[in-house]
């Protein structure tokens, strides 16, 4: 193997034209497409991380209102309960009203018919008066026959009721 100058810088020459042709027509439109790439990366990773921040806010934001409707619907339960409770004792308190309305009534009307019944009893014992009256006119009696008919008598109010 032999090595000749005019081989080595032809070849020389050759290489670097050559590489000089490769950083022309390959290495710059390689090296821009490298760039353009960078840049759509870095747009990429810019946009994810925009997206991510507002994720997180928006995040927060529903956690925020998701607390706020808890509590309001906590306070609406609070509010029917004692709502409720309210309308419970309305209810017990009117029904106590009722009944006791009632009771008032029942009182009332057995009075009543305890004050006919005593005026019975003594329109009876009147007319049973009248009627020993008229049977101790009737015969004369003696001591013994009184005794007999005021058990007699007694036998009959006790009958009649």
């Known amino acids: 193997m032999s090595f000749s100058l005019g081989t080595i810088l032809a070849q020389l020459v050759i290489f670097l ?20 790439r960078k ?7 810019t946009t994810a991380e925009k997206s991510r921040e507002d994720s997180q806010k928006y ?3 529903q956690k925020e209102e998701l607390d706020k409707v808890r509590r309001e619907s906590h306070e609406m339960i609070e509010q029917a309960k ?3 409770n309210a309308e419970a004792k309305a209810i017990i308190e009117a029904a106590k009203n ?23 009893i003594r329109d009876e014992v009147a007319d049973l008066s009248v009627m ?20 007699q008598l007694m036998k009959q109010v006790g009958n009649q009721r």
């Open 39 to 45: 840049k759509y990366i870095n747009s990429q990773i």
């Open 98 to 120: 009722r009944s006791d309305l009632m009771i008032k009534d029942a009182n009332e009307e057995i009075g009543l018919e305890k004050e006919k019944a005593i005026a019975a």
């Open 132 to 151: 020993l009256a008229s049977k101790v006119l009737e015969k004369e009696i003696n001591p013994k026959d009184y005794s007999n008919e005021i058990d």
């Open 59 to 61: 995040l927060e934001l």
């Open 82 to 84: 004692s709502q409720a």
């Open 17 to 36: 034209l050559l590489m000089v042709l490769i950083a022309w027509k390959a290495v710059g439109p390689v090296v821009a497409i490298m760039d353009k």
